[in-house]
């Protein structure tokens, strides 16, 4: 196993960026909120958010690819020589500066053409609207792709809270503009809101960055080091414009199976999004950057100690929270959208679509892992071979499952897959690092196993014997009841990574009471 030095670390800094995160998501749903409450759901509104989507719609993932297959590189350098590694990041910047601006003006050029196409069902008047406030969005995405460009920077820097507190600015400031513009104020308003809250974040970032990185103007953008992250982004990119291409095969597959199953399947994968989002993608953003380090120093002993880690810790957390998912789908859905006009066949299609999608989380947690990890070994084309391959089983699978329990057959499709494309990546990364073997954690996946078979029994009687209680205060309930049971299991089970979890839970106690004794 890992030192306990990194072990703690690791936890303290997964920790502290997930409660930023978790403050993030309150802060963006917040915002949303009171956007919904100050301007209401309108034509104009239809405009505003389809001008918003529009980056990701025209370039879908092109920040993230970009700046994934930066981080790898960078952090590489970084390792060689500091003064180089700056004189690389800043080359990269001016580099992503001038593409995003070409994209900008592409986009612009190509709007009277790409919104009827987008939004066909638009009158005139929307059409005109979705244009001017697209015009907008699309000439400030120079400011998107910054914020993906030194949120990178900080990351590989072992600075990982500072992207999290840009991002609660640029809620904050959102926030704040709408109050202060008060209610029914035209698009431009709340539009231009939007780009100053982009201002604040970018800013923000680079006032962090400038702290431990320094900028320097480069002589040549474009050189064999530009042509090395184009070859590195461009699996990155295919792979992520596939998952795109793969939901819109599900969306046509829902709009088969009832009215309203495109929209509950939207639900669905908001609820998704929101476990992935706080606990997986929070993991893989603070592991990334060790990864890279390691391979960078060519300590492939210590890349698979930390990789063989970072699985184990991964399952730990997500295991209960898959069986929490299937067993109180209902409640969930419930708690989330049970209100006004979501009435009881959407309840049953969202529940139905959650409980199948449940059982996903624990492999989507080991297929990012392991994606993040050949990304930091810069292979970015494996993870592209594996993932095409799931998605074309997903959409073969769905397309059967459908015919046999309807909508659910979608999310059952997508979790049967995911287990493809997470046992292809275990299988495949032991080639490149022989100190690998999934078997040496197996001990430890037998003890969350048991455990987690018991709390599969202590879930299902939660939800039989507080049936009388309303659902949120029965999950909440259920929640508290079934971690103490499944943790204090592995601790009796003498988990190592549970002993080493209440081994700094305890230091971290006796460290304060004896800072308040010495007071």
Known sequence: MLSKDWSNKLFKISALVTIIVVIGKIFGFVRDAIIASFYGATWQTDAFFLAQSL????????????????????????????????????????????????????????????????????????????????????????????????????????LFYGAQIAGLFYNLTVILLV?????????????????????????????????????????????????????????????????????????????????????????????????????????????????????????????????????????????????????????????????GNFGKDAFFMTATLLTFYGGMYIFSSLQELITRAFYAMKDTKTPLKVASLAILANSVLSI?????????????????????????????IGKYLPGFHFMDIFPSIKKMTLAGLIIIFVSYACSLHLVCLKPFLRFGISIVLNFSVYFGLLYLFKCQEVLNLVKIIKQKIEKNLYREGSL
């Open 400 to 428: 059967i499952l459908t015919r046999f329990i309807g909508i659910g057959g979608i999310a059952l499709g997508t979790t049967l897959s995911t287990m493809l494309a997470a046992y292809l990546l275990l299988h495949k």
């Open 179 to 339: 109050f202060a513009f008060g209610k029914n104020q035209s698009m431009y308003t709340l539009t231009w809101s939007v780009v100053c809250g982009h201002i604040i974040q970018i800013t923000t970032l680079i006032m962090i960055s400038l702290k431990r990185f320094k900028f320097s103007w480069p002589s040549k953008i474009f050189d064999k080091d530009s042509f090395l992250l184009f070859n590195l982004t461009f699996p990155i990119l295919i792979g992520n414009s596939i998952i795109q291409i793969n939901n819109i095969v599900d969306r046509i597959l829902a709009s088969f199976v009832a009215q309203g199953a495109v929209s509950s399947l939207s639900y669905s994968n908001t609820l998704n999004r929101f476990v992935t989002g706080i606990i997986i993608t929070t993991l893989s953003t603070v592991l990334y950057p060790y990864f890279a380090e390691s391979y960078a120093k060519n300590d492939l002993a210590d890349f698979s100690k930390r990789l063989k880690q970072s699985c184990v810790s991964l399952l730990m957390c997500m295991l209960p929270v898959s069986i929490m998912t299937v067993v109180f789908s209902s409640d969930i859905v419930r708690i989330v959208y049970m209100r």
């Open 55 to 158: 980056p990701s719609v025209i370039f879908p993932a092109v920040c993230n690819s970009v700046s994934t297959a930066f981080l790898s590189v960078y952090v590489s350098k970084i390792v060689s020589n500091e003064n180089e590694a700056d004189k690389y990041a800043s080359k990269m910047l001016c580099m992503t500066a001038v593409i995003s601006l070409f994209l900008s003006i592409a986009g612009i050029l190509l709007l009277p053409i790409l919104i009827p196409i987008l939004a066909p069902g638009f009158n005139s008047a929307q059409t005109q609207l979705s244009i001017y406030l697209s015009r907008i969005v699309l000439a400030t995405f120079i400011l998107t792709m910054g914020q993906y460009m030194f949120s990178s920077i900080l990351s590989s820097r072992k």
